[in-house]
């Protein structure tokens, strides 16, 4: 497959180190000299010194070939305008954008890209998992009104040894995974217990979120 | 009417200045404060720092309800995320960006944004300027 990746940072380099590994063909559009060198240097020539955002580097790129654009600098704007232009102009079939501010989560979905990248958001929603027993939204399905949120259940939940068939679930609801205490995965069936510690990822609407973590937390 | 000009550069501030005379509410966005010395001291209008880009600045500059925000500062791709962002989020009825690159020009307004490219009109005088009635190539359209 051949996948852009355009700014050559941290994360640009890391992805393009391991598709690379995996055997994919990889250009990396970088718009600083020493960062492109460094790039070529490590793996290979696959470097392409210039402003990704620019039409003629997305040319002189082969965008017009590539089925997978990667936008990821530093910059959302720059991210923006590379996701628009590799879907407007390239017809790229899949654009992936990084947010680097998460409030700028709403224009890039608004404007219709859904598969996008925050490390801000994957870290807040870490933290946010460590410090609180309630539920934490994973993704979004594509773009569907669907969600995948994972719950930990806390030891004085009253789900605690209730089956999957006694849970108050809410409708558009399905407990895809529970993974136990010893890390064990199961597949839940309506029979299946719920433990206290279990961890639960299911499938979800938005809008039944808070009924969710109240059946199986507790938490209102 | 109520209009939010991102950019206080030399034409950003121009177009400040002459709609405030004109009677329009008019708020200027620029990331550098000093900018603002581009206005005269008579400016009625308000003044804010920071990012036109930036989806809470606009709010504080009041761009839901503006009924025109023109994103006019340098570079196309703050340009075009604000344009978006005042149109998409805040629903402002009118926005116009200005888009250095005639190609990426193109591709906003397939997007259903009013673009202005300076590069195209300015490529136009120059040649109408240098050429006159002797254009030779006729491609001024």
């Not at chain 1, 060198?37 to 790129?61: C, F, P, T």
């Not at chain 1, 490390?119 to 995948?148: C, D, H, K, P, Y």
């Not at chain 2, 404060?33 to 809470?56: M, Y």
Request: charged share 20%; proline share 4%.
């Amino acid at each position: 497959m051949y996948i852009i990746i355009v700014g050559g940072g941290k994360v640009g380099r890391g992805a393009a180190r391991d598709l690379i590994e995996m055997g994919h063909e990889v250009c990396v559009v970088e718009r600083d000299a020493n960062t492109a060198w460094s790039i070529n240097n490590e793996l290979g020539e696959v470097a392409l010194l210039g402003d990704g955002a620019e039409i003629h580097v997305q040319r002189a790129a082969g965008m017009s070939r590539a089925e997978v654009v990667v936008a990821c600098t530093g910059r959302d704007q720059a991210n923006l305008a590379v996701a628009q232009t590799a879907q407007t102009r390239f017809n790229v079939g899949k654009v992936i954008a990084r947010i680097n501010d998460p409030r700028n989560e709403r224009i890039f979905r608004a404007l219709g890209f859904h598969f996008t990248i925050s490390a801000t958001t994957a870290i807040v929603n870490a933290i946010e998992q460590e410090v609180s027993a309630g539920l934490t939204r994973l993704t979004q399905l594509r773009s569907t009104a669907f969600i995948l949120a994972e719950l930990v259940v806390p030891h004085l939940a009253p789900a605690v040894g209730c089956t999957v068939r006694e849970l108050n679930l809410p409708p558009h609801t399905v407990l895809a995974l529970v993974i136990r205490a010893d890390d064990q995965p199961e597949i839940p069936g309506p029979n299946t217990t719920i433990h206290a510690a279990d961890v639960i990822i299911a499938v979800t609407q938005p809008q039944h979120e808070s009924a969710l973590r109240t059946a199986l937390t507790g938490e209102s | 009417m109520r209009v939010v000009i991102m950019g206080c550069g030399r034409l950003g501030s121009t177009l400040a200045r002459e709609l405030d005379h004109e009677g329009h509410h008019v708020t200027v966005i620029d990331v550098d404060a000093a900018a603002f010395n581009w206005l005269e001291d008579d400016f009625q209008g308000a003044t804010i720092v920071g990012s036109g880009e930036d989806v809470e600045v606009q709010e504080a500059a009041g761009v839901p309800g503006a009924d025109i925000f023109l994103a006019l500062a340098n570079g196309d791709n703050r340009n075009a995320m604000a344009v978006q962002i005042a149109k998409h989020i805040h629903h402002a009825p009118r926005v116009v960006a200005r888009i250095y690159d005639p190609e990426r020009a193109d591709i906003y307004r397939q997007l259903g944004i009013n673009v202005v490219n300076p590069t195209t009109i300015l490529d136009q005088m120059v040649r109408a300027a240098a050429f006159g009635e002797d254009e030779p190539s006729g491609t001024i359209s």
